[in-house]
């Protein structure tokens, strides 16, 4: 079956540091690959998604490239901000998947301290 | 648009009560979903829908009916609720399968 696996948090970071949140995919297709934000008290927002390998997903100063030959989806951030305090979650999708619905990492929590 | 809205934000059950988690869309999206949020193990499938009248079992489908009688609503039943099915749940929509999907804000469910 389909899998997901992120690097474990807390990860703590001072402001403007660059920021790197590895995630690494198993799958049965060619699936597309999901960055999902989670601030505190809220639901799962899209952070940015990729399609097809070499497609680079960016959004907010966030940026994931989809890399088929590691089966990875990093999320990189070259300076992060105190607001960047979030869960974040990697996740894909492909046809093997239940409705086609999502798979998840188990979630990695940023912290950025002033 | 509302987007994703889910009923009631907090509940606490007792062992063997049940309940119905409501969720409602209005961007007239044909798949829905549900999933339970745990410490660790991100987001998983309980049930889906793809369209109104047909659903389908999740990842973790054990303890939780569903339906699906319009195409705005979907709400998870809890037949007879268990410590285990102390989680938060999120409700999700979205136009294409395989597509990213809108959430809801979530149910935090504490069964005591």
């Known amino acids: 079956g389909n899998s997901v696996t992120q690097m474990e948090g807390p990860v703590t970071l001072s402001e403007e540091a660059f920021l790197t949140i590895n995630c690494t995919y198993t799958?049965?297709?060619?699936?597309?690959l999901f960055w999902y934000v989670q601030y505190p008290g809220e639901g799962l927002q899209l952070l940015l998604k990729a399609t097809k390998a070499d497609d680079k997903g960016s959004n907010k100063g966030f940026e994931a490239t989809y890399r088929k030959e590691t089966t990875s989806f990093h999320l990189e951030k070259g300076s992060v901000q105190v607001s960047d305090s979030a869960v974040y979650f990697c996740a894909l999708s492909d046809w093997s998947n239940a409705g086609n619905m999502l798979t998840f990492g188990g979630g990695t929590r940023l912290m950025v301290k002033p | 648009n509302a987007g994703v809205t889910q009923t009631p934000k907090f509940q606490v059950l007792k062992t063997g009560q049940s309940m119905t988690l409501q969720c409602a869309q209005d961007m007239n999206h044909e798949y829905m979903s549900w999933y339970r949020q745990d410490p660790g193990m991100g987001l998983r499938l309980i049930h889906y829908s793809v369209g109104a009248g047909i659903t389908d079992q999740g990842e973790v489908p054990n303890g939780y009916n569903v339906s699906r009688s319009t195409t705005e609503d979907f709400p998870l039943r809890l037949l007879s609720a268990a410590p285990s099915q102390t989680s938060v749940y999120f409700c999700a929509s979205t136009t294409t399968l395989g597509e990213w999907q809108f959430f809801g804000p979530g149910t935090r469910l504490t069964v005591l």
């Open positions: 799958a049965t297709g060619y699936p597309s």
